[in-house]
């Protein structure tokens, strides 16, 4: 035989049939124990008593009197920022031990907002597995770290459900240069500091102040000189930015003296930005004004050279033009008069270019007039007799 009862049944519950009843001591558990194998033996009165023996097996139905439950009470998650979006950040998983149904879990995001902004638009989760994904790339300096609760919910009627929070910690990438605070690094005014021709050696003349919007050692900076027009005059401290005088100045030594900074930080791969400084030594405020010379050395080396990259091209444009003027024109003298096609004779009414007059030798005097006939297949070199005119005078 079979019986089923149900689950956190209420004690003395009739489970068998009319011939016999069989009822519960305390509520049952299907979690706990799925199934009875309960043994009924009916014995009679005589003598000696006979007997038999029934089976039963009894199997606890389920109802879905379980929540979900979560493997830890709380998530951390870390995540390095200009991560790709659609990045895997963490799982979460939860247990229901209904069955079939009952324990099917499916997870979601609780909706709230960070910032202002729907967490949706941060995270996403997939309703099946937990495997939680990010939406967007983080940005370590927006915001650092925010908080959101997943909500595990079985399929149960009613369905019962739990919530777990899920601590999102952005973490840093070194992904910002230095920033200048001083000297202004706009290049708008022209910074210089005043050192007295007589300070004393290790004595401090002005500081480099940085900052960088990373953190931890991806904020830790430190200056060093790359250029300086007089090398050897001052030194600047590695972590601190401040400049101090190396040696006392000579005047063989340049009024106008030019420091390039290096800051540097200290993440992988570092990065590094640069400033002028521009120190006047002078006791004399009236040398101020000469200052008007002195420029970013970086600025008018790019001016420089845009200027002769200019020059340059306007110069191979004009010598283009006019090779070109020059070609034209020696074509256009090179290039052979135009002739009538055929034999045409040039009327000797007027002395042309072709005419030719000959005067004989002898006895008597005669002129000899010839006209020339040129077609457009004669050589330069020939030459033709069409006709003559002779004239005679009689010495007397």
């Keep these: 035989y079979s019986a089923y009862i149900s689950e956190n049944n209420k004690p003395g519950t009739s489970v068998c049939s009319s011939y016999f009843i069989i009822t519960t001591t305390r509520s049952l558990d299907r979690e706990q124990i799925e199934n009875y194998n309960v043994t009924i033996t009916a014995t009679d009165g005589g003598t000696p008593p006979l007997f038999s023996n029934l089976t039963l097996n009894i199997q606890v139905s389920d109802i879905n009197d379980n929540s979900p439950t979560f493997e830890l009470q709380t998530y951390a998650v870390y995540i390095s920022e200009n991560n790709k979006p659609g990045t895997s950040v963490c799982s979460v998983s939860a247990n229901d031990p209904d069955w079939r149904q009952n324990g099917t879990v499916l997870y979601s995001v609780v909706p709230s907002e ?8 941060f995270l996403s989760i997939n309703g099946d597995t937990g495997v939680i994904h990010a939406v967007r790339s983080f940005d370590y300096e927006q915001f650092r770290n925010f908080t959101v609760k997943v909500v595990a919910r079985d399929n149960g009627s009613p369905p019962l459900s739990s919530n777990v929070t899920v601590k999102v910690f952005i973490t840093d990438e070194n992904d910002n240069s230095p920033q200048i605070l001083y000297p202004v690094p706009d290049g708008k005014f022209l910074m210089t500091e005043m050192v007295p021709k007589a300070t004393l050696s290790g004595s401090l003349v002005s500081k480099v102040i940085a900052v960088d919007a990373d953190s931890g050692q991806n904020a830790w900076l430190s200056f060093k000189s790359s250029k300086s027009s007089g090398p050897g005059l001052f030194t600047i401290g590695l972590h601190s930015g401040e400049i101090k005088t190396h040696s006392e100045s000579s005047e063989s030594d340049n009024m106008k003296q030019n420091l390039v900074i290096s800051v ?24 101020v004004p000469e200052l008007k010379d002195m420029t970013y050395e970086d600025n008018n080396s790019k001016l420089t050279s845009y200027l002769i990259i200019a020059l340059v091209c306007v110069s191979t444009f004009f010598l283009t033009f006019i090779i070109l003027i020059v070609a034209v024109k020696f074509c256009h003298r090179r290039k052979p008069r135009l002739l009538f096609d055929g034999a045409v004779a040039v009327p000797s009414a007027y002395l042309p270019p072709n005419y030719a007059d000959v005067d004989g030798a002898g006895t008597l005097r005669s002129s000899y007039n010839y006209d020339t006939y040129l077609t457009t297949g004669s050589r330069t070199s020939d030459f033709k007799f069409v006709s003559s005119s002779i004239r005679f005078n009689v010495l007397a």
Excluded: F, M
């Design 264 to 287: 540097k930080d200290n993440g992988q791969p570092s990065l590094s930005t640069t400033c002028a400084v521009n120190l006047l030594i002078s006791d004399n405020l009236s040398e």
């Design 114 to 121: 960070v910032s202002g902004v729907p967490v949706s638009s």
